[in-house]
């Protein structure tokens, strides 16, 4: 193989061919790998492990020992410590980072008193193709986080909103008597208050209409222009 013979067996071993070469039985060949002899353990290194100073923090023996202030750490407890560090001082910063921007985010979003009217924006996702982009309500509280509970005339809304996601109305058309108790998403609540659901419902009848089988009046509603062309149609 590439130019030379392959080796097989003990010719592949870490033994000498001399050493080998002699050999007649499997006893003999037992009787050699006995004979090696093992790398005997280094005594000093034991000695000056045993002899080391404990950590002063987990108290373990360790080989590789920093010393800060008369004090021998290992190196996993220093490596811990400076983990430690760098978390406390970037905490520190985003404190300050925190403290600064909050005076400008004050400035430009004023908090709104309990009772005024606000205009909550409707996600695309949320919003029907007819329903209008702003739900018009009412601020119900204030919790300690900023946090803001809001209502409409249809219900109040079931999750707490942040201040940048509203903005103030011009006037109080919704006062917080005017609410009921019960809860609804803010989907649900801009469908209730336009009138309008999430797309269309059509139908594609060839006839009249009357039966439960148009879409339309399956769902209690009247048929559109979107609707088929028939003129026969009873659902109008």
């Known amino acids: 193989m ?7 067996g003990l010719a592949d071993s870490t033994l000498e061919k001399e050493t080998y070469e002699s050999l ?4 003999d060949l037992e009787q050699i ?3 090696l002899s093992m790398p005997e353990p280094d005594r000093e290194a034991e000695e000056d492990v045993n002899s080391t100073v404990p950590c002063a923090i987990c108290e373990d023996y360790g080989i ?8 021998v750490i290992c190196s996993l407890c220093s490596k811990t410590d400076a983990i430690r560090d760098q978390r406390e001082s970037a905490k520190t910063g985003l404190e300050k980072h925190a ?5 400008f985010s004050q400035q430009k979003l004023p908090l709104i008193k309990v009772s005024q009217n606000v205009v909550v924006k409707v996600t695309d996702v949320d919003r029907g193709r007819l329903a209008p982009r702003n739900v018009l309500a009412v601020v119900l509280s204030v919790n300690k986080f900023g946090l803001y509970k809001l209502g409409t005339k249809e219900s109040v809304l079931e999750r707490i909103y942040s201040r940048n996601e509203f903005t103030l109305s011009d006037s109080n058309f919704i006062a917080e008597s005017d609410i009921p108790s019960s809860s609804l998403t803010l989907r649900k609540a801009s469908a209730l208050s336009s009138g309008s659901k999430q ?10 209409c009357n039966t439960k089988r148009c879409n339309c009046r399956s769902k209690e509603l ?3 222009s ?11």
């Open 64 to 71: 590789c020992g920093i010393e800060i202030e008369d004090q």
């Open 33 to 35: 790998l006995r004979g």
């Open 222 to 224: 009247l048929c559109n």
């Open 99 to 103: 403290a600064k921007m909050l005076p």
């Open 199 to 208: 797309g269309f419902v059509i139908c594609h009848c060839k006839r009249y």
């Open 226 to 236: 979107k609707c088929h062309n028939s003129s026969a149609c009873k659902n109008k």
């Open 24 to 27: 007649e039985t499997e006893e």
């Open 2 to 8: 590439f130019g030379s013979t392959q080796r097989v």
